[in-house]
C-alpha cells in the first residue's frame, strides 16, 4: 500500500483536514505515482519506516521509552522521500527523485523527533560510509536534533552494541567489537555530528545528509550554503530543512516560502523539490473554525495536546503579543510586519496630578537621549510602595532647527511629522534647544530643577547608551555616578518592562498627567518579537516618521524600576506614610 495515497484519498474525502499547499504537494505526488518516468519503489520507503517503528523508540517525555509509532502523514513524508526515483543519465541508474526537502509545521508536532528518525534510518539503512550533518543556528539548537538522535540510538540495545558516542559525535563500532568487519563496525567511517552557523570552519565537510533546523531565524544562507555545497560528491544526496515560521524580516526563509509556493502553485518548475509546507489557510479561520487548526498541526490530538492549543489561542484573542507568537509558532502565519502595539483605550487616561504631589520623593529617572534633530525623552517615574500607584512628570527636548522646521516639503524636511513643537513648548511640555542639537546640560538641568522646586531625588537614572555620554558626566556631577543605570535596548532588557507598562496603562495605575506628547508617541510604538517570545519597541509599519521616543522613555524607567525595586520602596516608605485603612496592594 501507498502511504501517500492513502494519505491523498483521506484528505480528499474529508477524513483529515489539510491545507492547500499540503493539497497541491500531494497532488504532485499522485503524479509520480502514475508516471511512467517515475519508479516507485516502496521497498526502500518500507524499509526505513519499519526502522523506525521496530528499532527506535522517543526519549524524551512524554513519550519517553515508548516505541516510535508513526503517524499517517510521517509515513507519507519518508514514503515522498524514498520511495520515487527517476533514471540519471549521468549516474547511468536510478536514483531518489527528491534531494531537497522542506519541512513547515507548526511548533509540537514532532519535527524535530522525526528529522533525527528519519536520519538514523538512513545512517543504518543506506549506504555504507554515510556522513549526517545537524545544523543550526546556534550550538544549543543543533544540539536539538543530535540529542534527539542519540536518546534514540542510546534506547535501541541493536544500535547501542554496534555504535559509539563521544564529543565530536556519534559513530559506527565500539570497544568490544575493535577487530570487527563490515557495515555495523569501526569498517564503517559514517559519522553524525552538528554545526553551528557561528562556527568558523563550516567549509570541506563531505555529507551525505544535511538537516538544518529552525531556519526561520536565519537573516541569510551562510549557514545553508556550506552544509549544501557539502553535499555535491554524492550520487543520491538528501539535504533537509525543518522550522516553524519566525519574525525575521526578509530572511532567509521568506525567500524559500516565496520560491516554494510559487513551485506548488506550478509557478515555477522544481520538479526534485519536496515541499511539505503545514500552514493555515487563513488567519480568521484560526479563531473561527478549530477543525481548521489541522492544517498547520497534522500531529494534532497524537502528538500535540488540543488542551494546549485551545489555551493558547485564547490567550491570543486578547493579548497582542500572545497572538503574534501563536499565530507565527502554532499555525504558520507569517508576523513580519511590526504588529500594533497598544489601542487607543489603553492608551487613554485623562488623570491628572499637581508636581507638588511628589514633594520630596523618591523617583526612577529615565531618559532616551537624541543629540541631533530627533525628539528627546526625559522622565521621572514616581511609585507609592504601598498602592503601587505610579506617576510620571516629562519633559521632551527638541533642536531648534527641528523645532522651526514646520514646512515639510522643504528640502531638509527635519519635521516630517508635522508636530507644532513651539506651541508645545509653550505649554511647557518642550525644551528647546538652540542650534542644530539637544543640549546634553539642559537635560541634566531639568532633572535637577526637580531638586530645586520640588526637592525630588533621583534614586536610579535610566539611560541608553547612545550619545549618552555628556548626560552621564553632568548627572554624576550633580547626583553622583551610582544613580545612572545603563539599559541595553534589546529584547531581553525591554521585553518584560514593555508588558508591565501595558499591564499598568490597561488598569489605569499609571497616572502620566494626560500628557499629549506621551499619548502620541504611545500610539506610534509597535512591538517586534523575538523567538523566544520576546519583544521591544519599534515604529508602527509605514510610520517612520512619528516619533516613539516617549514611549521609550517608559520603558527604560520601567526596567531601571524593576531592577531596584525592592530598594526603591524602602526609601520610598520613608517618605510616604502607610495608608489608613489599608489600602495597600498585597
Known amino acids: 500500500m501507498s502511504y501517500i495515497q492513502e494519505y491523498y484519498e483521506k484528505i480528499k474525502s474529508g477524513d483529515i483536514i489539510a491545507g492547500r499547499y499540503i493539497k497541491a504537494e500531494l497532488n504532485l505526488l499522485m503524479n509520480d505515482i502514475h508516471n511512467n ?35 499517517l502523514f510521517q509515513k507519507a513524508i519518508i514514503e515522498a522521500i524514498f520511495a520515487p526515483h527517476i533514471y540519471d543519465e549521468e549516474l547511468r541508474r536510478w536514483v531518489r527523485k527528491y534531494q531537497d526537502v522542506l519541512l513547515i509545521e507548526a511548533r509540537k508536532n514532532g519535527k524535530t523527533p522525526l528529522a533525527s528518525a528519519i536520519s538514523l534510518a538512513e545512517w543504518v539503512c543506506g549506504p555504507m560510509g554515510g556522513n549526517i550533518l545537524f545544523g543550526s543556528n546556534d550550538f544549543d539548537q543543533a544540539d536539538l536534533l543530535f540529542q534527539s538522535t542519540n536518546d534514540m540510538r542510546e534506547e535501541s540495545p541493536k544500535l547501542v552494541r554496534c555504535t559509539h558516542k563521544n564529543q565530536k559525535g556519534i559513530f559506527w563500532g565500539n570497544q568490544k567489537q575493535k577487530h570487527a568487519r563490515g557495515k555495523f563496525s569501526r569498517q564503517n567511517k559514517g559519522t553524525i555530528k552538528k554545526l553551528s552557523a557561528r ?43 525543518i522550522t516553524t515560521e ?55 490530538g497524537t502528538i500535540k495536546k488540543w488542551s494546549f492549543l485551545r489555551q493558547m489561542v485564547d490567550e491570543a484573542r486578547t493579548n497582542r503579543k500572545t497572538r503574534a507568537f501563536v499565530l507565527a509558532k502554532d499555525f504558520n502565519i507569517k508576523q513580519s510586519v511590526a504588529a500594533a502595539w497598544l489601542d487607543t483605550a489603553t492608551i487613554q487616561n485623562e488623570q491628572t496630578f499637581e508636581p507638588e504631589e511628589i514633594d520630596g520623593q ?20 514616581f511609585v507609592n510602595p504601598w498602592t503601587r500607584k505610579k506617576r510620571t512628570l516629562s519633559m521632551y527636548f527638541i533642536p531648534e532647527i527641528k523645532a522651526s522646521a514646520l514646512d515639510t516639503d522643504s528640502e531638509q524636511a527635519l519635521n516630517p511629522e508635522k508636530r507644532d513643537y513651539r506651541e508645545w513648548a509653550r505649554q511647557g511640555l518642550v525644551t528647546i534647544c538652540p542650534g542644530s542639537e539637544v543640549d546634553a546640560r539642559m537635560v541634566a538641568d531639568w532633572f535637577l530643577k526637580l531638586y530645586e522646586q520640588y526637592h525630588a531625588i533621583p534614586f536610579k537614572i535610566g539611560y541608553d547608551n547612545w550619545h549618552a555620554k555628556d548626560f552621564k558626566k553632568i548627572i554624576a556631577e550633580y547626583f553622583g555616578e551610582e544613580v545612572l543605570e545603563r539599559i541595553i535596548m534589546d529584547y531581553l532588557s525591554l521585553s ?25 508617541c504611545l500610539s506610534n510604538t509597535a512591538f ?5 517570545s520576546q519583544m521591544m519597541p519599534v515604529k508602527v509599519y509605514g510610520q517612520s516618521k512619528n516619533r516613539i521616543d516617549g514611549a521609550l ?34
Open 362 to 381: 523618591y523617583y526612577i529617572g529615565s531618559l532616551d537621549f537624541a543629540e541631533t534633530t530627533d525628539l528627546c525623552s526625559a522622565k521621572a517615574l
Open 246 to 300: 519566525g519574525f525575521t524580516e526578509d530572511g532567509y526563509l521568506d525567500e524559500r516560502l516565496r520560491l516554494a509556493r510559487q513551485v506548488l502553485t506550478g509557478d515555477v518548475d522544481m520538479p526534485r523539490w519536496l515541499i511539505f509546507l503545514y500552514q493555515q489557510d487563513t488567519e480568521m479561520e484560526v479563531f473561527q473554525d478549530e477543525q481548521s487548526w489541522y492544517k498547520a498541526n497534522p500531529g494534532l
Open 37 to 71: 518516468d517515475v519508479r516507485m519503489d516502496y521497498d526502500a520507503s518500507n524499509k526505513r519506516i519499519a526502522f523506525i517503528e521496530h528499532e527506535l523508540r522517543h526519549g524524551q517525555a512524554p513519550f519517553a521509552g515508548k516505541p516510535f509509532k508513526l503517524e
Open 553 to 586: 522613555g517608559f520603558i527604560i524607567a520601567y526596567a531601571a524600576y524593576g531592577r531596584f525595586k525592592s530598594e526603591y520602596h524602602e526609601q520610598q516608605k520613608l517618605i510616604i506614610p502607610e495608608p489608613a485603612g489599608g489600602d495597600i496592594r498585597c
Open 496 to 520: 518584560n518592562p514593555m508588558s508591565a507598562l501595558e499591564s499598568d496603562l490597561k488598569r489605569k495605575t499609571l497616572n502620566y498627567n494626560n500628557n499629549p506628547i506621551d499619548k502620541w
Open 528 to 532: 517586534k518579537m523575538n523567538n523566544l
Open 199 to 241: 562556527q568558523s570552519a563550516k567549509e570541506g565537510k563531505n555529507i551525505s545528509i544535511g538537516v538544518v533546523d529552525e531556519v526561520h531565524e536565519m537573516q541569510d544562507n551562510t549557514l545553508v550554503m556550506p552544509i549544501r555545497q557539502a553535499l555535491s560528491t554524492q550520487d543520491e544526496p538528501l539535504y533537509i530543512e
